[in-house]
T-cell receptor, first 114, second 112 residues
Framework: EAGVAQSPRYKIIEKRQSVAFWCNPISGHATLYWYQQILGQGPKLLIQFQNNGVVDDSQLPKDRFSAERLKGVDSTLKIQPAKLEDSAVYLC????????????FGSGTQLSVL | QKEVEQNSGPLSVPEGAIASLNCTYSDRVSQSFFWYRQYSGKSPELIMSIYSNGDKEDGRFTAQLNKASQYVSLLIRDSQPSDSATYLCAVKREPAGNKLTFGGGTRVLVKP
């Protein structure tokens, strides 16, 4: 079974630039999550999708972050414009459905904003 | 007050000893509790889940939950160098979909 795929693995940009991350969840997983993990901290949920609908985006900085999952499969997270404090690992995770406890994480995208 | 709190460590443990990790949470309505292991530079992986008060054992791992005191702990018996990682405590509150709130993690170092 293929795992959660994410790209790119690393990204370095300057502040005020834009960046996009891509995630393809495990086949058949209805729920998709984007987490932000700052160095030395635990993951923080940015947005949760159930199929192509948003379940929770309460911690997403909507003035600069956006995410979509148009066909209910893969997803894109965008930051525009980036700030220095956005430097973090962006983790995508998926689960079979909303009530399923086990999350499978991708390898993450490490973002450095200079 | 953070929703989920853990001692950041590092917790240094000699090989073969028991590593004891603690986690406290602030929301009494929390119902489901999880321990994830994260190796350096890798993504988290689920190792234990616990839903009711008491102990739950899985191999060398034992999770303990005390809802009255709002803490959950993880014991790693016969610690091995391969157990060196950061252990993340995660809590789920219903109704909240499947949103997990993570603690900051405890770094464990097992020394041969």
């Amino acid at each position: 079974e293929a795992g959660v795929a994410q790209s790119p693995r690393y990204k370095i940009i300057e502040k005020r630039q834009s960046v996009a991350f891509w995630c393809n969840p495990i086949s058949g997983h209805a729920t998709l999550y984007w987490y932000q993990q700052i160095l030395g901290q635990g993951p923080k949920l940015l947005i949760q999708f159930q199929n192509n609908g948003v379940v929770d985006d309460s911690q997403l900085p909507k003035d600069r972050f956006s995410a979509e999952r148009l066909k209910g499969v893969d997803s894109t997270l965008k930051i525009q414009p980036a700030k220095l404090e956005d430097s973090a690992v962006y983790l995508c995770a998926s689960s079979l459905d909303r009530g399923n406890e086990k999350l499978f994480f991708g390898s993450g995208t490490q973002l450095s904003v200079l | 007050q953070k929703e989920v709190e853990q001692n950041s460590g590092p917790l240094s443990v000699p090989e073969g000893a028991i590593a004891s990790l603690n986690c406290t949470y602030s929301d009494r309505v929390s119902q489901s509790f999880f321990w994830y292991r994260q190796y350096s530079g890798k993504s988290p992986e689920l190792i234990m889940s616990i839903y009711s008060n008491g102990d739950k054992e899985d191999g060398r791992f034992t999770a303990q939950l005390n809802k009255a005191s709002q803490y959950v702990s993880l014991l790693i018996r016969d610690s091995q160098p391969s157990d060196s990682a950061t252990y993340l405590c995660a809590v789920k509150r219903e109704p909240a979909g499947n949103k997990l709130t993570f603690g900051g993690g405890t770094r464990v170092l097992v020394k041969p």
